[in-house]
Nanobody, 115 residues
Framework: QVQLVGSGGGLVQAGGSLRLSCAAS????????MGWYRQADGKARELVAL???????RYTESVKGRFTISRDINSKSVYLQMNSLKFEDTAVYYC?????????WGQGTQVTVSS
C-alpha cells in the first residue's frame, strides 16, 4: 500500500485560490494514477481530479477550467491548484493513489469556501 501525506487546504473566500499537495511513499512511476476525491457533508465521495502515469489528466466536470492537477516526479508529489473557488467546493479532500494492486487514501484535508 502506498502511504500518502496530504497538506494544504483551509478557509478561503469565494473566488479565491488554494493549493493541495500530496506526497507519496514510492516513486510516481510505481503508481497508475493519483489525485483527489472529495466528500461534502451528507454527500458521497466524488472524484475531483486524477493524473495518470503517462501524464494524462482527468477532472470532474464541475472543476474543469478552475482546478489544475500536476506532479513533481522528483519529490514524489502531486498538486491540485484550485482557483475561482466556489461555496460548493467546500468538502474534505482526500488524496488517492492506485498502484495496480489496490487503492490508498490520505488522511483528508478540509477545504472551506465562504460565500
Amino acid at each position: 500500500q502506498v502511504q500518502l501525506v496530504g497538506s494544504g487546504g483551509g478557509l478561503v473566500q469565494a473566488g479565491g485560490s488554494l493549493r493541495l499537495s500530496c506526497a507519496a511513499s514510492t516513486s510516481l512511476f510505481n503508481i497508475n494514477n493519483m489525485g483527489w476525491y472529495r466528500q461534502a457533508d451528507g454527500k458521497a465521495r466524488e472524484l475531483v481530479a486524477l493524473i495518470y502515469s503517462d501524464g494524462k489528466t482527468r477532472y470532474t466536470e464541475s472543476v474543469k477550467g478552475r482546478f489544475t492537477i500536476s506532479r513533481d516526479i522528483n519529490s514524489k508529489s502531486v498538486y491540485l491548484q484550485m482557483n475561482s473557488l466556489k461555496f460548493e467546493d467546500t468538502a474534505v479532500y482526500y488524496c488517492y493513489a492506485f498502484d495496480g494492486r489496490g487503492n490508498s487514501w490520505g488522511q483528508g484535508t478540509q477545504v472551506t469556501v465562504s460565500s
